[in-house]
């Protein structure tokens, strides 16, 4: 038996084609890799939480581009206000329904600032946290927790 050697060679290039195309989508396609949001209060471990307690965090971040949707997703063990570049974009005082909404309209190419203001009504638990997830352009993922 004999191989036509104009079909070996079509074979032989779309065997390399399809080898360089799955390489290249391998070392293109990156896992998203972020931080997992964590329920937060206060670094003094040894302190008792009280009834009443308030507790205010604030974190800076940099966004490179201007954001095509960004949503902030919330909650407070007992109370939650957030804001966001200086405005209030959400609150909450039931910390088993997480609040969910689009703050694009908020952010900022450049510096950005998020802000929340914890309240805890009973003790001996409290706590809140935050993500903030924000799209680019290109529709790649950046998180803010």
Not at 77 to 82: G, K, L, M, T
Not at 108 to 127: D, F, I, Q, W, Y
Not at 139 to 145: D, L
Request: hydrophobic content about 45%; some cysteine.
């Amino acid at each position: 038996m004999t191989l036509d050697r104009a079909w070996v060679s079509e074979w032989m290039r779309c065997r390399t084609f399809s080898r360089v195309g799955i390489l290249a989508v391998l070392l293109l396609v990156r896992p998203v890799v972020a931080q997992v949001p964590e329920w937060i209060w206060h670094d003094d471990h040894s302190a008792a939480i009280g009834s009443d307690d308030v507790r205010f965090f604030r974190k800076q971040f940099n966004v490179g581009f201007r954001a095509q949707k960004a949503e902030l997703t919330a909650t407070g063990d007992d109370e939650i206000s957030v804001y966001l570049n200086g405005k209030e974009v959400a609150n909450s005082s039931d910390w088993k329904k997480p609040v969910t909404v689009d703050v694009t309209d908020a952010m900022r190419e450049g510096n950005n600032a998020l802000a929340v203001r914890g309240k805890n009504r009973t003790a001996p638990s409290a706590a809140v946290v935050v993500k903030l997830e924000v799209r680019s352009p290109n529709m790649s993922v950046m998180f803010v927790v």
